[in-house]
Nanobody
Framework: VQFVESGGGLVQPGGSLRLSCAASGFTFIGYAMTWYRQAPGKERELVASISGGGGSTNYAGPVKGRFTISRDNAKNTVDLQMNSLKPEDTAVYYC?????????WGQGTQVTVSS
């Protein structure tokens, strides 16, 4: 199993970033995909999730209306579009695959929102 995460970086408050996670080594469509984040000194928290077929999505309260999760099952990718970023969005963001018996984590990508 391998994840390649990209798109993180430094952005000013109010800006946008798009995270992408390319997965391989498992049956991608059989897994719900999620994005988690972990800020320094805080626990890892769920940001957004999307069902295997892509028809169902859920968002944490702090990001609802600003972030959008999407997936392309033909390319085995899941993206997180992040708009109107705030300093409190600063964290390491992790791609996570959730299956019936197994789950897999990406290595994380840093997002820093600062002026």
């Amino acid at each position: 199993v391998q994840f390649v995460e990209s798109g993180g970086g430094l952005v000013q408050p109010g800006g946008s970033l798009r995270l992408s996670c390319a997965a391989s080594g498992f049956t991608f469509i059989g897994y719900a995909m999620t994005w988690y984040r972990q800020a320094p000194g805080k626990e890892r928290e769920l940001v957004a999730s999307i069902s295997g077929g892509g028809g169902s999505t859920n968002y944490a309260g702090p990001v609802k209306g600003r972030f959008t999760i999407s997936r392309d099952n033909a390319k085995n990718t899941v993206d997180l579009q992040m708009n109107s970023l705030k300093p409190e969005d600063t964290a390491v963001y992790y791609c996570h695959a959730v299956g019936r018996w197994y789950n897999y984590w990406g290595q994380g990508t840093q997002v820093t929102v600062s002026s």
